[in-house]
């Protein structure tokens, strides 16, 4: 099985800073990587596919890449409505067993 | 847009079979796979298992030998069931479509998620 390790679970930025996130995979997924956002009592939302692709509707300071086993998620610029819980999905398995990182809080400063 | 709405009982008794159910409107159920994923309190997602509108199904190994999962096309709805559940199955459910485009899995639509507390 593929494991996914996420960095930092926690992290507390000022607005208007760049704030990154990093999923580590035990193996090599391609670029087989989503990224998800939390936020308590409100639908989860799928903010990036396949490592880099912004899903529609998802504002472009949202951005993501890599490719193998070391991927970043990146927010160009925080805001106060992305206060939220941040998970990184991987679907690299053959077997397809969709595994998610530990998740990030990101809090505003 | 889609929408997914979960319902079920928010209290189970520890050893018995937790029941869901996932309400789709907005489009049809039968052109995509439809999953369930929970979140444990204070800890991260976990992916349960989809399954498709023919009844094909794919599970977490972790869960599988509890899991029963079924789909009626004619309410737009797909249902969950855990069986011999304990305190560890507590969590947040959520329901969500499965989009498979290009090689690509990703949970394009979700539900808000509904809490289930397994009691003793």
């Known amino acids: 099985d593929i494991q996914i390790t996420q960095s930092p679970s926690s992290l507390s930025a000022s607005v208007g800073d760049r704030v990154t996130i990093t999923c580590q995979a035990s193996q090599d997924i391609s670029n087989s990587l989503n990224w998800y956002q939390l936020k308590p009592g409100v639908a989860p939302k799928l903010l990036l596919f396949a490592a880099s692709k912004l899903h529609t509707g998802v504002p472009s300071r949202f951005s993501g890449s890599g490719s193998g086993t070391d991927f970043t998620f990146t927010i160009s610029s925080l805001q106060p409505e992305d206060v939220a819980t941040y998970y990184c999905q991987e679907y690299g398995d053959r077997d397809v067993l969709l595994t998610f990182g530990g998740g990030t809080r990101v809090e505003i400063k | 847009q889609v929408q997914l709405q979960e319902s079920g009982p928010g209290l189970v008794k520890s050893s018995e079979t937790l029941s869901l159910t996932c309400t789709v409107s907005?489009?049809?159920?039968?052109?995509?796979?439809w999953s369930w994923i929970r979140q444990s309190p204070g800890k991260g997602l976990e992916w349960i298992a989809y399954?498709?509108?023919?009844?094909?199904?794919h599970s977490n190994p972790s869960l599988e030998s509890r899991l029963t999962m079924s789909i009626d096309t004619s309410e737009n709805r797909f249902s969950l069931r855990l069986g011999s559940v304990t305190a560890a199955d507590t969590a947040i459910y959520f329901c969500?479509?499965?989009?498979?485009?290009?090689?690509?899995?990703?949970?394009?639509?979700w539900g808000r998620g509904t809490l289930v507390t397994v009691s003793s």
């Open positions: 907005g489009d049809s159920i039968s052109n995509y796979f």
């Open positions: 969500a479509r499965l989009t498979v485009m290009s090689g690509n899995y990703f949970f394009d639509f």
């Open positions: 399954i498709y509108a023919s009844g094909m199904t």
